[in-house]
């Protein structure tokens, strides 16, 4: 029996795997890149592999070829790879060999590689310094995955494996209308705090920006923070911030001409307000020391009670399991309004799928590289993933039963407040690498007031209007 307020697993589960998505889903985790959504332009061919009549073995991978598997060993870490999906991948083919490759280093290790033609078979493509999907596309590295959202799945081969995925998974794998991404998790993005300390404290959670303010204020007298972010590695959980508060002012409206690359889109006067109440709560409430940490040791911080609100995703709460003391309990809560008119209402959220994994065209088994995708995809695949690294995947029901951690029942929570009212991705960071590396760099600059908000504003709309005239760059459109 439920207490008024309380949800149930299966309740959970059934409302992250298919009601979050209608307003918009999509986008990349800490690790991760986010990329879909239909475009224009062309691209170079994509290795495509036919079904055979094998269900068991539907792309017929040869069981004796070795396969390489790369993973971002981030916040999920590489266990879930190592220790469950390759040994199922060995199990459907004994005596075959995996290589295994864990790093945090993705671009790094691969360009010189890829450049040389020594593709791995599967990539985690993940974290600060992931590959450029749509580059990679663009070159033909990137193996179709229509055939694996077409084939049996492995619990049911009555099912395709499209029928028993989120439909934001098919949304979000496309690079130019083809399929050549599996985003494998759901995340939920916003501020995320420590539930216990307001409940000792008496706080509640501010849905005004007044209010917001006012408990700066507040925990400014006991030496707490009011927020934080990492500005040495991790800065674009602040970029996301401000662009998900900027939708939430303007509407989704406002990352969708971002994203098109709408003549000054940038310059959006929800825009501005995003970056303007940020850059203050930063210079009236904030720590310049924190532009010096990176994700892990800001995180620290917030665990030592240091600070109040982290703008992060759902995974935080399995990246510091390890470190979080007894008295720590993660909880999301939405932004604050920020004006009195904002398009979206207050309890708006950013939900979305995220972690993407590639199979590499020109591997040497793109065949295995499909098969392990789909065992991925297995419920048990997607179960075990949960219980490792508590966070939930795109595989419907796979995870009904498990007991799930607090932050993400609070999350599930928030999302189901969140009704219709969801935040969109903003998908330039999967299309344009460029521009959004441009803005981890600008956002510094600017939350550190070493310029405006009206020049941080400016400055990406001039970058943006350097990739929309740069006709070496493939471009993409999307309408929600």
Known sequence: MTHPGEITRRQLIRRIGLTAFVAGPGAGLLSGCATGGAGGGSAAPTTSIAASA???????????????????????????????????????????????????????????????????????????????????????HLADLAPLFDAPSVDDPAKKVRDTVTPAVLVNAKINDRDLVLNYTVSHRALWYNAKLFASKGWTLPKTWAEFTALGDTAKAEGILLFAYPGQKGPYYQLWNVLYTA?????????????????????????????????????????????????????????QNELLFYPVGSWIENEMAKDKPADFEYAIAPIPD????????????????????????????????????????????????????????????????????????????????????IITDARFEGWYKELFDYGTEQINVVMAGRITPERFCANMQQKADDVKQ???????????
């Open 247 to 303: 939708a939430k002012i303007g509407g989704n409206q406002v990352l969708i001409d971002i994203d098109n690359l709408v003549d000054n889109a940038w310059n959006a006067e929800a825009m501005k307000q995003a970056v303007t109440a940020w850059a203050d709560v930063q210079a009236k409430y904030g720590d310049e020391a924190y532009f010096g940490l990176d994700h892990t040791q800001t995180q620290v911080k917030q665990l």
């Open 338 to 421: 920020v004006t009195a008119a904002d398009q979206m209402p207050y309890g708006a959220i950013q939900v979305g799928v995220g972690e993407n994994f590639v199979v590499g065209a020109k591997g040497k088994n793109p065949r295995g590289g499909l098969e392990y995708l789909r065992i991925m995809l297995s419920k048990e695949g997607a179960r075990g993933f949960t219980e490792k690294t508590k966070n939930v995947t795109v595989v419907n029901g796979a995870a009904e039963g498990l007991d799930l951690p607090a932050g993400l029942m609070s999350a599930a929570r928030a999302q189901d407040a969140a009704g219709q009212n």
């Open 470 to 480: 740069d006709d070496a760059v493939t471009k993409q459109t999307r309408s929600q």
């Open 54 to 140: 094998d269900a068991k073995n539907p792309f017929g991978a040869d069981a004796k070829k070795p396969l390489e598997v790369v993973i971002f060993s981030g916040g999920y870490g590489d266990s879930y790879a190592r220790d469950l999906h390759e040994e199922l991948y060995k199990k459907a083919f004994p005596g075959v060999s995996i290589k295994h490759n864990a790093t945090q280093q993705i671009g790094t290790q691969l360009r010189p590689r890829i450049i040389g033609g020594d593709v791995p078979d599967v990539l985690n493509n993940s974290g600060p310094d992931s590959l450029d999907l749509a580059a990679l596309a663009a070159e033909g």
